[in-house]
């Protein structure tokens, strides 16, 4: 981003960039859009996975009024867990992958 801003300010008495600027900004702008959908997509899965673990925990709990309060409590920690158990596997992935890049 601060690339970016910087090649704006410093181009701002040249109406023009050059191809090589223009190159970073497109691959940036298409890195961030990737980015943006990816997230977006998987909300929308995270979403889904939510409904049907409800619905399981529903049909393994049944509902009482508006919802059996212990097992939305069960319901929140075990997801809780997966998240942060899946957070944990990837960000050391993503630093062995990083560390694998730099030798």
Same mark, same amino acid.
Not at 21 to 28: A, I, S, T
């Given at each position: +981003?601060? !690339? $970016? !801003?910087? +090649? %704006?300010?410093? @181009? @701002?008495?040249? @109406?023009? !960039? /050059?191809?090589?600027?223009?190159?970073? =900004?497109?691959?940036?702008? %298409?890195?961030?859009? $990737? #980015? =943006?959908? /990816?997230?977006? +997509?998987? =909300?929308?899965?995270?979403?889904?996975?939510?409904?049907?673990?409800? &619905? !399981?925990?529903?049909?393994?709990?049944? #509902?009482?009024?508006?919802?059996?309060?212990?097992? +939305?409590?069960? *319901?929140?920690? $075990?997801? /809780?867990?997966? %998240?942060?158990?899946? #957070? *944990?596997? =990837?960000?050391?992935?993503?630093?062995?992958? &990083?560390?694998?890049?730099?030798?």
């Amino acid at each position: +981003m601060h !690339l $970016i !801003l910087s +090649m %704006v300010e410093e @181009k @701002k008495d040249e @109406k023009k !960039l /050059t191809k090589a600027e223009e190159q970073k =900004l497109h691959v940036y702008f %298409v890195d961030k859009v $990737i #980015t =943006l959908m /990816t997230g977006a +997509m998987g =909300l929308v899965a995270a979403l889904a996975w939510n409904d049907a673990m409800r &619905k !399981l925990f529903e049909r393994l709990f049944g #509902t009482q009024g508006s919802g059996d309060v212990t097992a +939305m409590f069960i *319901y929140a920690v $075990i997801v /809780t867990a997966a %998240v942060v158990l899946v #957070t *944990y596997r =990837l960000a050391r992935f993503s630093d062995r992958m &990083k560390k694998k890049n730099e030798k």
